[in-house]
């Protein structure tokens, strides 16, 4: 990815956001298909415009070292570790494929019953 990122004119995305629609780091939980850590760098890569935290990229980097880079189901892994350890109620997901297609992917956290019903008197 760095090879096409460092081809374009500048920024992959304005600095700070994503679209201009979510502050980068600070909104959002990471879900991002780990092809290789060299995919992954590019995301803290403050020359490329996101400059994310190593942390924020943690399901990733766990996944790619505990089971590597299994194809498609990988993003899966990575999706299964954000939702039992999200600290946010967003997340934004980024898949790839041949010919370094990328998929997003907009995810909210919808309440459970439990936790939106009120409180008994």
């Not at 374009?8 to 092809?35: A, F, K, M, S, Y």
């Not at 039992?84 to 956290?109: I, M, N, Q, S, Y």
């Amino acid at each position: 990815m760095r090879r096409y990122a460092g081809r374009g004119r500048g920024q992959v995305v304005p600095r700070g956001t994503i679209g201009g629609l979510v502050r980068v780091t600070t909104d959002v939980e990471w879900c991002v298909h780990p092809g290789g850590v060299k995919i992954l760098d590019v995301f803290r890569d403050p020359k490329f415009g996101l400059n994310l935290d190593k942390g924020v990229l943690r399901h990733s980097y766990g996944v790619l070292r505990n089971h590597g880079n299994m194809s498609s189901p990988t993003i899966l892994f990575v999706m299964d570790r954000m939702m039992k350890d999200a600290r946010k109620d967003r997340a934004f997901c980024l898949g790839f494929g041949p010919g370094l297609t990328v998929e997003v992917l907009g995810l909210h956290r919808i309440a459970r019953r439990e936790e939106s019903a009120p409180a008994a008197p």
